[in-house]
């Protein structure tokens, strides 16, 4: 795998993660990974949201993940500082256990010709899939076609998310989804791709797709866990169900298992807390890339699963 | 350096190498002939290369390098020969190969179901890379549609992963649920069900008839006649050996080539590791004692001593998001008892069989997070007797002192919502009870609602009575169906209709059942309810019937049926009369009796000999009687103004129109009834389930009478004036009847429990309502009225009931 590590590319699809939770009725910073955006950071690290302000409080009303294209004279509340950090993007999607909001996390991209990608929010309307939103950086055809696509349930990256109501993640999309989007996915040089089910109050689907490009990726390592019983007293564990990275080639094992106990490392930290996480400048914790982010994924109000990605 | 041949390049032999090497990398020089063109890849994982959630590169397991590293000989898609025994010498299609230790590990084939159409182009098995990379250009076309035969592990992640590429998919199985050798048939539902919801079409008792086509498939015919089309089929219904090379080399072949417990053949230089072995009697499908046998395997080769030994196996399904397991044996058996945990609003099972206090095995769905634990459980053989009644819940509530299962419900939070349709959450209820001093459920149910919709939070709203009230709550007492079910038929009665559950095993998943496939006093109920409430939608489920129905006659104390043709108001011909002659003539019928209800009655009739009884008598135009049934059983009729002096009305004709009319329909106990022309009452009408009796003014319906094992005699329901009321009135009344009954309730019992007054106001009093039951009874008849004489004396409808035991064929397949 020596060769992969090589063929790292250095830029990255988002520029941005950061992780707001509920305190005392308003969203603040818990967690983020600004890169050299300092000065966003620091006018990130300072702000709060209440209920319906900003992008964050925004998806915190509304409970559905939130796609916003040009800050400029919209709700964004860091419009002028993202827009010295040259972020034109951003995406944010409202975790929440059952009807109470964990936390939000928001990812903020910047554009330019070369960055391709794609964050995409599909939701059911009238028995299908149907886009919401999504944000495709360079990747503008790859955009119309999602724009005009539907999936039933069961059917490609996001129908299949949707029927399992489990994380998936997709390989080889170029040449995987065949007639659904893929000459454009190829085109537009997709490789991987992972599929989050959005739980929100209220029964309604929402699911949530990272497209990650070769030479502008989103990640170079995801990884899937799902949480179990680990012994008496309600002790709980994630075990590694799936995974691949760009240095380490697979991470899935059919037949040793990998587990992490709550509270270990930053996936344990995840199943202890229930509270997204963003980590940088800590290799051991990194997987010696530089920043990494975990999610968890509710279902009946408790975490069910916990995807990273590493970038 | 002593030569080693290894035939197959699959995963058991791969292992046997890595453990060989691994040991010593000189101890052999080896040889790999593989008919497929590469090498060891982890061949399990090909699901997922399906779907599209691995790539193949992944799965590769050795690749050029690995086998360039230890100085392996590949010989890639050659195919051998044969094994010349004599020379040492394993003969490739392109030149011969010498060894001193030979393994054979040829593997296994795909089972091919042995129809018309099977060599088509687009019929395929599902075995390998280029199985999976024919699959994977079939999703291509858009639109295309699947066919999946057989819904077992492979084929359903085949299914699965067809249907992620964006295939119209559906999967024919065989048996009456999937997966019937790892589920029973709770957990089989449940996967149906999750299946369903991608999309994918899922048949039970679905047997392929032929494939259709010309040079492409087309479609896939099945036995009753359906026609699917498709533009792909795979077959998956099972693998068998392969060890024809062996069998040509002389060596023991039974099932699969013979060997010990060091895997040696009859040939002690020659071994066989995998799926071509069959070891004490045992085939082997699945990939953990296939490692077990390689690692035996390496260290005997390696001239250390081992041996190996058949373990405990695990099932799991590698299709994301259906979360199952099953281990051990679950089969239900003398001295074993099960322990069940339905939760229905999270598609959740879990079922636990426990024999001399050891946990032998586990069916699991929805949620497999204690799966380890019961199966090291089952492996360790240890008592469970003393966390028997917290086992369920699993490794989590096992702590330090025995847990009260109330307090699961005790440790809710106060938000905890308790009745999903209402929406009322655990303090609303509990503080209700508290404050406003309630004791009973209907209290409970009047001031919050709870459990006053669907139903099945009654359980948990009394377990939130019984904490709040202490000892002062006294529960209602409801008398359950079984030992299965807390709850009455009319609750499951209620709920079938309300939930719009339609199969057996969707009733027991959403009511809680307590027992996996519930007993004989409740599965003959529940099959008759799901018949009486969704006619034309509900397959009837011979196995949940008792024998006489199943057979369609009355088994008699010495094993032989008796068999009673239906008589129409009983009339009967000198056609009818000579066929009945000829039929106990030819068939030696050692009795003929005639019955109170005016019928012929031939008893001593042998099993076997059912279907040709039926035939020579339907084909004198009679048919069954369902003398034996739960159903309408006979209506009885006086000679009437044809004949008698004092008839007031036709009633032998009214009689047979009625029974013309009704006859096949269900019922939840039988149904007599009869017709007298007058009020000398001479066809007895006033003692039977339903009963006219005609005067000058009309018809007179009665009905609730009784002249079994109570005597009683009948109610005045209503009087009609003309035919076409009096029969309006009676398809009424049993319709409602039909639809209120508990299982096994006479008439005159259901009155009792429902009361004169209900039953007036539904059939009698008001119109639209009468006329309602009455097409509905109308409706259920379309798909009830037939003959199940003639469906399995001549449609080989359940021939299996009819066959003597040592006929029954067995189908040598393995999966």
Redesign the interface.
Known sequence: MSALAADIPTATFVEVTEVWVPKDGRLVWSSGNYGALDDFAAASEKQSFAKGEGLPGKAWEEARPVVLKGFDGSYFLRAEAARKAGLTSAVAMPIFAGSDLKAVVVVLCADDAVRTGAIEVWHEEAGVLMLDDGYYGAARHFEWVSQHTHF??????P??VW????P??????GS?????RADSAGKAGLTTGLGLPIAVPGGKTFVLTLLSARGTPIAHRFELWK?????????KEAVLT?G?CQRQ??L?D??TETTVAAWQGPIGQVLGSGIPLVKFDSAAQTAGYASMVAVPIYR?GAVAHIVAWYY | MQKLVVIGAGMASGRVLENLFETDPQAYEVTLFNAEPRGNYNRIMLSPVLSGEKSFDEIVTHNEGWYAGYKVACRFGEKVVSIDRARKVVVGENGEAPYDKLIIATGSVPFIVPVEGRDLEGVITYRDLDDTNVMIEASATQGAKAVVIGGGLLGLEAAAGLRLRGMEVTVLHLSGHLMDRQLDEAAGYLLKRDLEKRGIAVMTKASTQKILGTERVEGVELADGTVLPADLVVMAVGIRPSAEIAKAAGLAVNRAIVVDAQLRTSDPDIYAVGECTEFNGMLFGLVAPLYDQAKVLAKVLMGEADSFAVKELSTKLKVTGCDLFSAGDFAAGEGREEIVLRDPSHGVYRRLVIENDRLVGAVMYGDTGDANWFFDLIRDGSSVAAMRDTLIFGQSYQGGSPLDPMAAVAALPDDAEICGCNGVCKSKITGTITAKGLTSLDEVRAHTKASSSCGTCTGLVEQLMALTLGASFNPQAVKPMCGCTDLGHADVRRLIVAKELKSIPEVMQELEWKTSCGCAKCRPALNYYLIADWPGEYRDDEQSRFINERVHANIQKDGTYSVVPRMWGGMTSASELRAIADVVDKFNIPSVKCTGGQRIDMLGVKKEDLPAVWADLNAAGMVSGAAYGKALRTVKTCVGTDWCRFGTQDSTGLGMRIEKFMWGSWTPAKVKMAVSGCPRNCAEATCKDVGVICTDAGYEIHFAGAAGLDIKGTEVLTQVRTEEEAIEMIVALVQLYREQGHYLERIYKWLRRVGMESIKAAVVEDAAKRRHYFDRFVKSQETAQRDPWADRATGGVASHEFKPMAEIGFKEAAE
């Open positions: 039933p349930r069961g059917q490609g990256l129908g299949g029927a399992a109501n489990a998936m993640l997709m390989r080889d999309l995987g989804y065949r007639f659904i949480t179990r019983s680990a012994g008496p007293d309600g002790a799936d691949i080639g697979p899935w059919d037949e009946d």
